[in-house]
């Protein structure tokens, strides 16, 4: 059979006839077809400040483009141990694409934030790069363990100038030798708040000598009297090691009172 002169045949014999090409079984209508998205939604946000204080509100704030006004964007947080993203919140966007969001931080740990703009007709969804904010909380310098101590001792109740004072540091009236105590602190406080001073029953004429020093470098010093005392807050910014050094005369007792430290652990 001669197969070159039966298809030229039958391509004439189906335009007489007026008949049309079959088009494959799997294709679909023109109408049917969706358009192709145009990318997708460009979504930028920001924090007033990144670093707050515990029981502060972190402001998030942002715009999403193409503005699409009154469409919804979801606020997500994720903490520095975790690895899922968590949705805390959702607002209307403004009619030029702006949305404003406010979280109270309740607890002091890192984390991140980001908004997320779900996909619409002809944009895939978006969301903006992870902010990270760190929460700062004040805490009792002696939740922390001591790297090293000698003859300064925590769990006193100190009294200076007729104000007592829990949880505080004190050197031990039965030796007149130096003290100290060291802590790690691993550069993740920014201030140590105390009131340094001679405890109020100690003998006249005792004396109390204190100073605070990170990693080596003098941040404090003072030499007290009998109802002498001075609350002084410390800025111990990327500290590791911090010290506080204790010494008295005439039978006296030191006393660091009532010390803690903001940080972000």
Same mark, same amino acid.
């Given at each position: 059979?001669?197969? %070159?002169?039966?298809?030229?045949? *039958?391509?004439?014999?189906?335009?007489?006839?007026?008949?049309?090409?079959?088009?494959?079984?799997?294709?679909?209508?023109?109408?049917?077809?969706?358009?192709?998205?145009?990318?997708?939604?460009?979504?930028?946000?920001?924090?007033?400040?990144?670093?707050?204080?515990?029981?502060?509100?972190?402001?998030?704030?942002?715009?999403? %483009?193409?503005?699409?006004?009154?469409?919804?964007?979801?606020?997500?947080?994720?903490?520095?141990?975790?690895?899922?993203?968590?949705?805390?919140?959702?607002?209307?966007?403004?009619?030029?694409?702006?949305?404003?969001?406010?979280?109270?931080?309740?607890?002091?740990?890192?984390? %991140?934030?980001?908004?997320?703009?779900?996909?619409?007709?002809?944009?895939?969804?978006?969301?903006?790069?992870?902010?990270?904010?760190?929460?700062?909380?004040?805490?009792?310098?002696?939740?922390?363990?001591?790297?090293?101590?000698?003859?300064?001792?925590?769990?006193?109740?100190?009294?200076? +100038?007729?104000?007592?004072?829990?949880?505080?540091?004190?050197?031990?009236?039965?030796?007149?030798?130096?003290?100290?105590?060291?802590?790690?602190? +691993?550069?993740?406080?920014?201030?140590?708040?105390?009131?340094?001073?001679?405890?109020?029953?100690?003998?006249?004429?005792?004396?109390?000598?204190?100073?605070?020093?990170?990693?080596?470098?003098?941040?404090?010093?003072?030499?007290?009297?009998?109802?002498?005392?001075?609350?002084?807050?410390?800025?111990?910014?990327?500290?590791?090691?911090?010290?506080?050094?204790?010494?008295?005369?005439?039978?006296?007792?030191?006393?660091?009172?009532?010390?803690?430290? *903001?940080?972000?652990?």
């Amino acid at each position: 059979m001669h197969t %070159k002169k039966i298809l030229p045949t *039958l391509a004439l014999a189906l335009a007489l006839t007026g008949a049309t090409t079959l088009a494959p079984a799997d294709a679909a209508p023109h109408d049917a077809v969706r358009p192709a998205k145009a990318g997708s939604f460009q979504v930028t946000a920001s924090v007033k400040d990144d670093e707050v204080l515990e029981g502060e509100s972190v402001k998030i704030r942002g715009t999403v %483009k193409p503005a699409a006004p009154g469409a919804q964007v979801s606020l997500q947080v994720r903490y520095a141990d975790q690895k899922k993203w968590k949705t805390i919140g959702h607002t209307a966007l403004r009619s030029d694409g702006g949305f404003r969001f406010k979280d109270e931080a309740g607890s002091v740990r890192v984390r %991140k934030y980001r908004v997320v703009k779900a996909a619409g007709p002809t944009r895939a969804a978006g969301h903006s790069s992870p902010i990270k904010v760190t929460v700062f909380g004040w805490r009792n310098l002696d939740t922390l363990d001591p790297a090293t101590s000698l003859l300064l001792s925590e769990g006193y109740t100190g009294l200076l +100038n007729a104000v007592s004072y829990p949880r505080s540091l004190a050197t031990l009236s039965t030796s007149p030798s130096p003290a100290h105590i060291d802590y790690n602190l +691993n550069r993740d406080c920014t201030l140590l708040e105390a009131v340094y001073g001679l405890d109020d029953r100690t003998p006249t004429g005792a004396t109390a000598s204190l100073s605070v020093v990170a990693d080596g470098v003098s941040k404090y010093a003072g030499t007290f009297s009998l109802a002498q005392a001075q609350k002084v807050t410390t800025d111990v910014t990327g500290v590791f090691r911090l010290t506080v050094n204790g010494a008295t005369t005439g039978g006296g007792v030191a006393v660091v009172g009532t010390p803690r430290v *903001l940080c972000s652990f």
